[in-house]
Nanobody, 118 residues
């Protein structure tokens, strides 16, 4: 069974920091990329950050300079460090892993709530 588990969400004041973790149970082998996305009520899920298997990173413009994504292969984990959080960062954050290319398969975690108070 494919499993991704997110953790690290919570309530923080504006300007604060949180670190999200995404752990692969081991059933996802050699993902080509791992991403963090977020969805707030009434809005579509949007991509926040991506880490590829070649260690290339990309970020949404709204989080550049504030969020950092990186991975620890030994722990089968990918992290999202979120600094200088803003109320508009409030959302459920989801981890996803993409496997294969033709066609790619995308696996999702259950999400973790991040709430930033003003």
């Amino acid at each position: 069974q494919v499993q991704l588990a997110e953790s690290g969400g919570g309530l923080v004041q504006a300007g604060g920091s949180l670190r999200l973790s995404c752990t692969n149970s081991g059933s996802i082998s050699d993902p080509t990329s791992v991403s963090w996305s977020r969805q707030s009520p009434g809005n579509k899920r949007v991509l926040v950050a991506t880490l590829t298997s070649s260690s290339h990173t990309t970020y949404a413009d709204s989080v550049k300079g504030r969020f950092t994504i990186w991975g620890d292969a030994a722990k089968s984990a990918v992290y999202l460090q979120m600094d200088n959080l803003k109320p508009e960062d409030t959302a459920v954050y989801y981890c996803s892993a993409t496997v294969g290319l033709n066609p790619p398969m995308i696996y999702w975690g259950q999400g973790t709530q991040v709430t930033v108070s003003s």
